[in-house]
């Protein structure tokens, strides 16, 4: 019932923003008790959780890249978005949005939802 869909462009350039959408049918992201994440997966390697906004609207960010990233929402759209600055060809990765009560890297089974996923490819 819940689905998840990420929006947003494919191919960036350096030093740009990166600016995504997860738009969120069959609940509503200010639900008690969930987190709204993004997560996302470089070319060979493992998921790596970027943040998340919790149904209260407080964000939580990844330490290795909280400096870059700012995650906000949009209730009356049931969306949720994703801004992060100054990318680099390192940044190129599938990026997913996934509903879970809990945030961070170590549990992703714990991530009931997810996004289909969206490639984004930094050129330098």
């Known amino acids: 019932q819940v689905q998840l869909q990420e929006s947003g462009p494919g191919l960036m350039n350096s030093s740009q923003t990166l600016s995504l959408t997860c738009t969120v049918s069959?609940?509503?992201?200010?639900?008690?008790?969930?987190?709204w994440n993004w997560i996302r997966q470089p070319p060979g390697k493992g998921l790596e959780w970027i943040g998340a906004?919790?149904?209260?609207?407080?964000?939580i960010y990844s330490s290795s890249l909280n400096s870059r990233t700012s995650i906000s929402r949009d209730t009356s759209k049931n969306h949720f978005t994703l801004q992060l600055s100054s990318v680099t060809p390192e940044d190129t990765a599938v990026y997913y949005c996934?509903?879970?009560?809990?945030?961070?890297?170590?549990?992703?089974?714990?991530?009931?939802?997810w996004g289909q996923g969206t490639q984004v490819t930094v050129s330098s």
């Open positions: 996934a509903r879970g009560r809990q945030y961070g890297s170590s549990k992703w089974s714990r991530y009931e939802f």
């Open positions: 069959g609940d509503s992201i200010t639900t008690n008790f969930y987190y």
């Open positions: 906004i919790a149904s209260s609207g407080n964000t």
